[in-house]
C-alpha cells in the first residue's frame, strides 16, 4: 500500500497567515493527489484533485502543487473559515490511501 | 443538485453486523462508482472500498477483506455497506462519497452525512 504523510500534524496560525501543508507518498503518485477540507462533526469537503486543480467554489488563496512523492497544499492568506483539518489522498493505486491529517488551529 | 443521505446511528454488539445505506440523487446512479470512507473517533479517514453501481463490482481494501459487503439497489439509486463480526474498533463514522472519474483521475467530489457505528457490549 503506499503511504501517505502529513507534514505538520498541527500548525498553528493566525488570520492572514500563509501557510503550507506537506504531504509524501511513499512512492510516486504521478499528479493523483486529492486534498479535503473537515470540520468538526462534518463530512469532509473536497478542495482539489490531481495535486493543484482547484474545485469550482474554493477560493483561490487556496493552492496545490507538486507531482510524484511530494506534494503541497498553501493557503496564502488564512480567513477564519479556513480553521480546519486537511487530509490529502492519492488516488494512483488501490487502496486510496489518505494522509494522518494536518489541523489547523487558531494561533 | 447531488445528495447522498446516509441512514442514522446504530449501536451494536460485538461479533453483530451493521447494515449502513446511502440514499443518492440528483444525477445518474449508474455513471458514477461509491466509495466508504471509515473515522474512528478523533482518528483520520480510512478508505474501506468500492462499488460499481452499473453491476455491483467491488474493490476492497485489504483490512476489512472478507468482514465487508458492498451492494446497490439500483432501483431506489441507494448504495449499502454491511459490516460483519464488529468489534470495538470498528466504532466509527462511516461515509459514503462519490468517485468522480474525469477520464485522466478520480476524486471524491460528494460525500454523505456520515453514520456513527457504535460497538459495545
Known amino acids: 500500500d503506499i503511504q501517505m504523510t502529513q507534514s505538520p500534524s498541527t500548525v498553528f496560525a493566525s488570520v492572514g497567515d500563509r501557510v503550507t501543508i506537506t504531504c509524501r507518498a511513499s512512492?510516486?503518485?504521478?499528479?493523483?493527489v486529492t486534498w479535503y477540507q473537515q470540520k468538526p462533526g462534518k463530512a469532509p469537503k473536497f478542495l482539489m484533485w490531481?495535486?493543484?486543480s482547484l474545485d469550482s467554489g474554493v477560493p483561490s488563496r487556496f493552492s496545490g502543487s507538486g507531482s510524484g512523492t511530494e506534494f503541497t497544499l498553501t493557503i496564502s492568506s488564512l480567513q477564519p473559515d479556513d480553521f480546519a483539518t486537511y487530509y490529502c489522498?492519492?488516488?494512483?493505486?488501490?487502496?486510496?490511501?489518505f494522509g494522518q491529517g494536518t489541523k489547523l488551529e487558531i494561533k | 443538485q447531488v445528495q447522498l443521505v446516509q441512514s442514522g446511528a446504530e449501536v451494536k454488539k460485538p461479533g453483530a453486523s451493521v447494515k449502513v445505506s446511502c440514499k443518492t440523487s440528483?444525477?445518474?446512479?449508474?455513471?458514477?462508482?461509491m466509495h466508504w470512507i471509515h473515522q474512528a473517533p478523533g482518528q483520520g479517514l480510512e478508505w474501506m472500498g468500492m462499488?460499481?453501481?452499473?453491476?455491483?463490482?467491488?474493490i476492497y481494501a485489504q483490512k476489512f477483506q472478507g468482514r465487508v459487503a458492498m451492494t446497490r439497489d439500483t432501483s431506489t439509486s441507494t448504495l449499502y455497506m454491511e459490516l460483519s463480526s464488529l468489534r470495538s474498533e470498528d466504532t466509527a463514522v462511516y461515509y459514503c462519497?462519490?468517485?468522480?472519474?474525469?477520464?485522466?483521475?478520480?476524486?471524491?467530489?460528494?460525500w454523505g452525512q456520515g453514520t456513527l457505528v457504535t460497538v459495545s457490549s
Open positions: 462519497a462519490r468517485d468522480h472519474y474525469s477520464g485522466s483521475g478520480t476524486y471524491l467530489d460528494y
Open positions: 440528483g444525477y445518474t446512479f449508474t455513471n458514477y462508482w
Open positions: 462499488i460499481n453501481p452499473t453491476n455491483g463490482g467491488t
Open positions: 512512492q510516486s503518485v504521478n499528479l493523483w
Open positions: 490531481k495535486a493543484s
Open positions: 489522498q492519492q488516488c494512483h493505486s488501490y487502496p486510496y490511501t
